[in-house]
Each structure stands twice: as structure tokens, then as C-alpha cells.
């Protein structure tokens, strides 16, 4: 198997069709050992010029290119990514460090936005309709935006980038990815296989290198870049909006979150739980949806803690690529951000329910929290690690006052046996997606974005090609 998945990687940028290689090099190193995986070809921003030229001489054949045409395409990359499901999994799991299952499940959310937009391909429509006069008809139709650019994250490598590329593609754009330096090689084994699906030269590109400010300028400001697609954090994607703003290029943005999870006293207590363990969890908590506020109704706060804490105890954490359910966090400095957190926390009367300890490595170890308050950091900070922070509630509009204080609106959850509870809670939340006695909610078929700044636009769903189109109306004079 190590022989496959090193085979999937091509150790530099990959721009109209080719590999290309570069003055440096850099380490990507297996975030479990610290053991070199690869090195790969450091791009520079003439590079990243280059593949923004490639997608834009590629639009004019991309565009020609039929909806049933793109469609087979893109039908073809998920064949082979599917066929390297394996290979792909194990890949990820050595350069972000996630658990083995957990990387094999994103493999499979990732090829998931492909065939659904390998069927959206052929269903792009627009509107015949009558003029408001007799010799006049009117006519909607939908164009690809052009080339798009695509600023991506650490803690999905393949998952984001399909996200995004089988949606422009679909929708007939060109499109060139700047994956985080973290991990290149799940980006570039999606352009090798990308490039035996027969994806035309151009079309799609990957440019890798640790320079992500010169390199996300030349997205920014170049005037053959339509749209810029951005998943990554509120503050970058800040910058990111403001670079935009000369060249009026289309933005969306899937950025940080905050999500409260909040268990009413009418709960299935049970099924909190294990909404509760989903929701943490994941990625060792480092997901945008992760729950990151634990807002419990105050009657049965001490038992839910009690039964977490027993659950928590009973996960592992070890080498992702060993069958354990936490793998060490992208880097030891990620996990003293989310030590700094708890300290802060603990000095200022946090509880502490779990005995574990950090030993100062990538590996932070679960923790529940309980009394947290809003002078802790903890309480409007991602924590993007393995701790539960505990707050507690007693009236349902105060637990819709405590979800709301916050600037994001990414995700949020709640768990309640009470329909009526239920309406006028969603009703209240402002978020972009809500999981209602649900802790999983992510999938091909669902609009996933946010709201505030969380950001805006949708990745997924029947409104996911929105975001690569425009729209042009034509009046037709018919005398
Ligand atoms: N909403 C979502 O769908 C979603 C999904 C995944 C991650 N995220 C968010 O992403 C963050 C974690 O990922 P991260 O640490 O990679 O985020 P990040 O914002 O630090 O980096 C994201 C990407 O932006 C690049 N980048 C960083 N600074 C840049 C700059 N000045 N100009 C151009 N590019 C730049 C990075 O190289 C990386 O490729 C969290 O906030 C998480 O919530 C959101
Ligand atoms: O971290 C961000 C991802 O979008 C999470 S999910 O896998 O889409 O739920």
C-alpha cells in the first residue's frame, strides 16, 4: 500500500497538464512522527501567474465542452478516486494526521461532491419567457463565471478542495487551487488522478509552496481571475475580501465557527451524548462544525457531565494510521493554542472533569470543562482541539440568548423532544446549519456555509453551482 499512495504523488505544482518542479523544495512531514513523507517543489508566485494564465486559455475548450461532456469527466475522477479510495486514505491520514477511518470517510465525502456535481453538470437551466410585449421574448441563461481561484485548509485536504472543483468545473469554469503547505500531497494525488480522468490540460491546476501571501495576491489581484472561493479562517478570509475588492471579483467564503450545542432537560440524554462525542470529536475537534459551547440545561447538567466524562475516558489516541479514534492535532503549536485556552479557562474558575495531561507534543488530550464563563477565551475563540467547554442554562431564551452572543454563524445543534421547543428554537438560532438532535449534518446533498462571519455562499446541494454562474438575460425583439 505505502508504494500506491507514494505513487500518487507528483512532487511538484501541477499547472496546464504538467508537473512542475522549482528552485526549493519543502518537507512534508507525517504529523504523527514528524517523519519526512515527501518533499515537494516550493511554487513561486510566477508559478501560481502561470496557472492562472493556463485556466484561463483552457476556459474557451473548458466552456464548448457539453454539460453531459464535463459530466463524464468529472464521473471519471470519481472512478478513480473511488478505485484509490485506500491509497488517498492513508495519504491523508500520514500528512494531517487524522484517524485512519476518519480519512477514508472524508476520501468518500470528497468523491461525493463530485458525482453529485457530475450530475448537476446536466441539469443547468434557464428561463424561456414570454416579453411584456407581443414582438418580444425573454431569455435567462447561465454562464460560467470564469477562471476561479481557491484558497484551501489543513484539516480537510481532500474534501475542501472537491468541494469546490467539482462544483466550478461542473458549472464550466477553469479552476487553480492554493492547498495550505500542511498538506500538498492530498491535493496533488486529486491532480494526478484528475489528470488520468482526462480532465483537459488547464482546466484544473494545483500550485503548492509555503508563500501564501504572494501566492493568494496573485489570485486576488489578477483580472483573469472571475472568483475567488476561500475556506479557511475569518481572519484570512477578511484579507482575502479586501484584495478583492479592485478587481470586483465574485468571493465566497466558508470560514471559522463557534457552534454552541445545546441540550434541553426534555432530551433524549442518550442521544446527546452521542451527538455530543460526533460533534467534538471529529478531526480531534478540529472541524469548522465542531461543537465548541456546550450550553446544558442546568437540571441535568451533573449527570451529562458525569456520563461524558465516562465516554471521553474511553477514547484513544494515538497514531492516526493504527485504529484509534484521536490523532494528534496539525502541529505541537496548535495544541499549546488550545493549552492556552484551558489555562485561561482554569485560572479564571473553570472546572476540570478529566485528569489527563498535555506532555507538551501534537497529541492534546481530551478534556471537559465545566463553569465556563464569557471572560474565558474559550467562550468566543475556535478552539479547534479535543475540549469540551461547559456552560450551563435555565430557561430556553436564555440558552438562545448565550447560542446567539456570538460573531459567527457557521453550525449550531440542539436536542429536544419537544416539537414545538424545537420550531421556535431553530427559528431563533442564527446560523447557517442547524443540527436538531442531530450531530452529523455534513454531506454532498446539503447547502454547507454560514453566516455573520462565518461568511457567505453555499458549497453542495442544488444551490451549489449558484456560486460559478452568472446570469444573462437577453430580450429578444421578435418582429
Ligand atoms: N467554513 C468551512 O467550511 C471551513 C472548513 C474548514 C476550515 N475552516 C476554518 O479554517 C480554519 C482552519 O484552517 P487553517 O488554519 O488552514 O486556516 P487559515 O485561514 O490559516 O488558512 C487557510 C488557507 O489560507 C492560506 N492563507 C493563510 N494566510 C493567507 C494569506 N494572507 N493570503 C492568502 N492565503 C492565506 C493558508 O495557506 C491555507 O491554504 C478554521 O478557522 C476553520 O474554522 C472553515
Ligand atoms: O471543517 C470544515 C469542514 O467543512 C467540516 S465538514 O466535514 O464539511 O463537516
Same mark, same amino acid.
Given at each position: 500500500?505505502?508504494?500506491? /499512495?507514494?505513487?500518487?504523488?507528483?512532487?511538484?505544482?501541477?499547472?496546464?497538464?504538467?508537473?512542475?518542479?522549482?528552485?526549493?523544495?519543502?518537507?512534508?512531514?507525517?504529523?504523527?512522527?514528524?517523519?519526512?513523507?515527501?518533499?515537494?517543489?516550493?511554487?513561486?508566485?510566477?508559478?501560481?501567474?502561470?496557472?492562472?494564465?493556463?485556466?484561463?486559455?483552457? @476556459?474557451?475548450?473548458?466552456?464548448?465542452?457539453?454539460?453531459?461532456?464535463?459530466?463524464?469527466?468529472?464521473?471519471?475522477?470519481?472512478?478513480?478516486?473511488?478505485?484509490? +479510495? =485506500?491509497?488517498?486514505?492513508?495519504?491523508? &491520514?500520514?500528512?494531517?494526521?487524522?484517524?485512519?477511518? =476518519?480519512?477514508?470517510?472524508?476520501?468518500?465525502?470528497?468523491?461525493? /461532491?463530485?458525482?453529485?456535481? $457530475?450530475?448537476?453538470?446536466?441539469?443547468?437551466?434557464?428561463?424561456?419567457?414570454?416579453? !411584456?410585449?407581443?414582438?418580444?421574448?425573454?431569455?435567462? !441563461?447561465?454562464?460560467?463565471?470564469?477562471?476561479?481561484?481557491?484558497?484551501?485548509?489543513?484539516?480537510?485536504?481532500? $474534501?475542501?478542495?472537491?468541494?469546490?472543483?467539482?462544483?466550478?468545473?461542473? $458549472?464550466?469554469?477553469?479552476?487553480?487551487?492554493?492547498?495550505?503547505?500542511?498538506?500538498?500531497?492530498?491535493?496533488?494525488?486529486?491532480?494526478?488522478?484528475?489528470?488520468?480522468?482526462?480532465?483537459?490540460?488547464?482546466?484544473?491546476?494545483?500550485?503548492?509552496?509555503?508563500?501564501?501571501?504572494?501566492?493568494?495576491?496573485?489570485?486576488?489581484?489578477?483580472?483573469?481571475?472571475?472568483?475567488?472561493?476561500?475556506?479557511?479562517?475569518?481572519?484570512?478570509?477578511?484579507? @482575502?475580501?479586501?484584495?478583492?475588492?479592485? &478587481?470586483?471579483?465574485?468571493?465566497?467564503?466558508? @470560514?471559522?465557527?463557534?457552534?454552541?450545542?445545546?441540550?434541553?432537560?426534555?432530551?433524549?440524554?442518550?442521544?446527546?451524548?452521542?451527538?455530543?462525542?460526533?460533534?467534538?470529536? +471529529?478531526?480531534?475537534?478540529?472541524?469548522?462544525?465542531?461543537?465548541?459551547?456546550? @450550553?446544558?440545561?442546568?437540571?441535568?447538567?451533573?449527570?451529562?457531565?458525569?456520563?461524558?466524562?465516562?465516554?471521553?475516558?474511553?477514547?484513544?489516541?494515538?497514531?492516526?494510521?493504527?485504529?484509534?479514534?484521536?490523532?494528534?492535532?496539525?502541529?505541537?503549536?496548535?495544541?499549546?493554542?488550545?493549552?492556552?485556552?484551558?489555562?485561561?479557562?482554569?485560572?479564571?474558575?473553570?472546572? +476540570?472533569?478529566?485528569?489527563?495531561?498535555?506532555?507538551?507534543?501534537?497529541?492534546?488530550?481530551?478534556?471537559?470543562?465545566?463553569?465556563?464563563?464569557?471572560?474565558?477565551?474559550?467562550?468566543?475563540?475556535?478552539?479547534?482541539?479535543?475540549?469540551?467547554?461547559?456552560?450551563?442554562?435555565?430557561?430556553?431564551?436564555?440558552?438562545?440568548?448565550?447560542?446567539?452572543?456570538?460573531?459567527?454563524?457557521?453550525?449550531?445543534?440542539?436536542?429536544?423532544?419537544?416539537?414545538?421547543?424545537?420550531?421556535?428554537?431553530?427559528?431563533?438560532?442564527?446560523?447557517?446549519?442547524?443540527?436538531?438532535?442531530?450531530?452529523?449534518?455534513?454531506?454532498?446533498?446539503?447547502?454547507?456555509?454560514?453566516?455573520?462571519?462565518?461568511?457567505?455562499?453555499?458549497?453542495?446541494?442544488?444551490?451549489?453551482?449558484?456560486?460559478?454562474?452568472?446570469?444573462?438575460?437577453?430580450?429578444?425583439?421578435?418582429?
Amino acid at each position: 500500500m505505502t508504494t500506491e /499512495y507514494l505513487a500518487l504523488i507528483r512532487h511538484g505544482s501541477y499547472i496546464n497538464g504538467q508537473w512542475h518542479s522549482s528552485d526549493s523544495v519543502f518537507s512534508v512531514l507525517d504529523k504523527a512522527t514528524n517523519a519526512q513523507i515527501s518533499v515537494v517543489a516550493n511554487a513561486q508566485p510566477a508559478q501560481m501567474c502561470a496557472a492562472i494564465d493556463a485556466a484561463n486559455n483552457a @476556459l474557451p475548450i473548458w466552456s464548448t465542452h457539453s454539460g453531459a461532456q464535463r459530466s463524464q469527466l468529472l464521473s471519471n475522477w470519481h472512478t478513480l478516486i473511488t478505485e484509490h +479510495r =485506500e491509497a488517498l486514505a492513508q495519504l491523508l &491520514t500520514r500528512e494531517q494526521g487524522k484517524p485512519l477511518a =476518519e480519512a477514508r470517510a472524508e476520501i468518500d465525502y470528497g468523491a461525493g /461532491y463530485i458525482k453529485w456535481f $457530475a450530475a448537476e453538470a446536466e441539469r443547468i437551466c434557464g428561463d424561456v419567457m414570454e416579453g !411584456v410585449n407581443a414582438n418580444q421574448s425573454m431569455q435567462v !441563461v447561465k454562464k460560467p463565471v470564469g477562471v476561479v481561484g481557491a484558497i484551501t485548509p489543513w484539516n480537510f485536504p481532500n $474534501a475542501m478542495i472537491t468541494r469546490k472543483a467539482a462544483a466550478a468545473l461542473a $458549472a464550466g469554469c477553469t479552476f487553480v487551487v492554493k492547498p495550505a503547505a500542511d498538506t500538498p500531497l492530498s491535493a496533488l494525488a486529486l491532480a494526478a488522478l484528475a489528470h488520468q480522468a482526462g480532465i483537459p490540460q488547464g482546466v484544473l491546476n494545483v500550485v503548492v509552496g509555503t508563500d501564501a501571501q504572494s501566492m493568494g495576491r496573485e489570485l486576488t489581484q489578477s483580472p483573469k481571475v472571475a472568483k475567488l472561493s476561500f475556506t479557511g479562517s475569518t481572519k484570512v478570509g477578511q484579507l @482575502l475580501i479586501k484584495d478583492c475588492a479592485a &478587481t470586483v471579483k465574485r468571493v465566497s467564503m466558508e @470560514l471559522g465557527g463557534n457552534a454552541p450545542f445545546i441540550v434541553f432537560d426534555d432530551a433524549d440524554i442518550e442521544a446527546a451524548l452521542e451527538g455530543a462525542m460526533q460533534a467534538k470529536f +471529529r478531526n480531534a475537534g478540529q472541524t469548522c462544525v465542531c461543537a465548541n459551547r456546550f @450550553l446544558v440545561q442546568a437540571g441535568i447538567a451533573d449527570a451529562f457531565v458525569a456520563a461524558l466524562r465516562d465516554k471521553v475516558a474511553t477514547l484513544s489516541q494515538g497514531n492516526g494510521i493504527d485504529n484509534v479514534d484521536l490523532g494528534p492535532l496539525i502541529s505541537q503549536q496548535a495544541a499549546a493554542n488550545v493549552h492556552a485556552l484551558v489555562e485561561d479557562a482554569v485560572q479564571k474558575g473553570a472546572r +476540570r472533569h478529566t485528569d489527563t495531561t498535555w506532555n507538551n507534543s501534537a497529541f492534546y488530550p481530551p478534556v471537559i470543562l465545566s463553569d465556563i464563563s464569557t471572560d474565558m477565551h474559550i467562550m468566543h475563540q475556535e478552539i479547534f482541539g479535543p475540549v469540551v467547554a461547559l456552560s450551563t442554562f435555565d430557561t430556553e431564551e436564555q440558552a438562545i440568548c448565550m447560542a446567539n452572543a456570538t460573531e459567527y454563524g457557521l453550525a449550531a445543534y440542539f436536542y429536544t423532544r419537544n416539537y414545538a421547543r424545537m420550531q421556535r428554537v431553530a427559528n431563533a438560532l442564527q446560523f447557517g446549519m442547524l443540527g436538531m438532535n442531530q450531530a452529523v449534518i455534513s454531506n454532498p446533498a446539503a447547502p454547507f456555509g454560514g453566516v455573520k462571519h462565518s461568511g457567505y455562499g453555499r458549497e453542495g446541494s442544488k444551490y451549489g453551482l449558484d456560486d460559478y454562474l452568472s446570469l444573462q438575460y437577453r430580450c429578444i425583439g421578435t418582429h
